[in-house]
T-cell receptor, first 116, second 114 residues
Framework: ETGVTQTPRHLVMGMTNKKSLKCEQHLGHNAMYWYKQSAKKPLELMFVYSLEERVENNSVPSRFSPECPNSSHLFLHLHTLQPEDSALYLC???????????????FGPGTRLTVL | AQSVTQPDIHITVSEGASLELRCNYSYGATPYLFWYVQSPGQGLQLLLKYFSGDTLVQGIKGFEAEFKRSQSSFNLRKPSVHWSDAAEYFCAVVGAGSQGNLIFGKGTKLSVKP
C-alpha cells in the first residue's frame, strides 16, 4: 500500500450503532487530519494530530472520538450519530506541523458514511 | 475573516474547449494557494500550488493557475479539456510560513460533454 488508505470505503450505520473509521498513512509523516465533506459545504477540518498528540479539535461533537495510537494510524470512533452526520470523511497526512514551512497534505480516498 | 470563494458551482464545457475555474480569496496575510481535484469516489489530489515567485504556476495534467494579488484571485486554467478532467475542483488557501489550516472553497463541479 502506498499513500494514505482509509477503511471502510462505505459504511451504513444506525443511530444507536458504534463504528470506527480507520486511516493509515505509508508516507512516514508525523501529522494526521480528519475532515468532513458534506454536500454543498466546504471541507471542514475536524481534528489534527501531530506526533500522536491532538493539537486541534474544531468544536466537533463528542459523538466523534478520534484516536491516534501511532504516527501511521488514525481512527475516528463513532457513536450515537445523527442523520446529518452522513458525509464523506477524509483523512490526510503531512510531514509535520513544526517549523515555519507549510507542509503539503496528502489525502486518502475517504469513507462514505450514511447514518439511518 | 479568511475565506475562499468559488463562484461557479457547476460548469460544463465541450471536450477540447478551454477551461477557466475561478477562485477568489480573502486572507489578511500573504497566502499560499492550492488547487485540488476530486474524482468521484476519490480523495483530493493536489493539482498545483503557489507559494512565491512566478505568479503563473504549472501543475499536473496540463493545468496552470495565475496568482493575481491585486484581484485576490487564483484562477485555474487548461487550454484543452479532456473527458477525464470531469471532476470536482477545490481551491484552498493557508497563511504563508504558518502551520495554519487549509481553508477550502465549496468546489466547482466540471462536466465535459463530447
Amino acid at each position: 500500500e502506498t499513500g494514505v488508505t482509509q477503511t471502510p470505503r462505505h459504511l451504513v450505520m444506525g443511530m444507536t450503532n458504534k463504528k470506527s473509521l480507520k486511516c493509515e498513512q505509508h508516507l512516514g509523516h508525523n501529522a494526521m487530519y480528519w475532515y468532513k465533506q458534506s454536500a454543498k459545504k466546504p471541507l471542514e477540518l475536524m481534528f489534527v494530530y501531530s506526533l500522536e498528540e491532538r493539537v486541534e479539535n474544531n468544536s466537533v461533537p463528542s459523538r466523534f472520538s478520534p484516536e491516534c495510537p501511532n504516527s501511521s494510524h488514525l481512527f475516528l470512533h463513532l457513536h450515537t450519530l445523527q442523520p446529518e452526520d452522513s458525509a464523506l470523511y477524509l483523512c490526510a497526512s503531512s510531514q509535520d506541523r513544526s517549523g515555519r514551512s507549510y507542509n503539503e497534505q496528502f489525502f486518502g480516498p475517504g469513507t462514505r458514511l450514511t447514518v439511518l | 475573516a479568511q475565506s475562499v470563494t468559488q463562484p461557479d458551482i457547476h460548469i460544463t464545457v465541450s471536450e477540447g474547449a478551454s477551461l477557466e475555474l475561478r477562485c477568489n480569496y480573502s486572507y489578511g496575510a500573504t497566502p499560499y494557494l492550492f488547487w485540488y481535484v476530486q474524482s468521484p469516489g476519490q480523495g483530493l489530489q493536489l493539482l498545483l500550488k503557489y507559494f512565491s515567485g512566478d505568479t503563473l504556476v504549472q501543475g499536473i495534467k496540463g493545468f496552470e493557475a495565475e496568482f493575481k494579488r491585486s484581484q485576490s484571485s487564483f484562477n485555474l486554467r487548461k487550454p484543452s479539456v479532456h473527458w477525464s478532467d470531469a471532476a470536482e475542483y477545490f481551491c484552498a488557501v493557508v497563511g504563508a510560513g504558518s502551520q495554519g489550516n487549509l481553508i477550502f472553497g465549496k468546489g466547482t463541479k466540471l462536466s465535459v460533454k463530447p
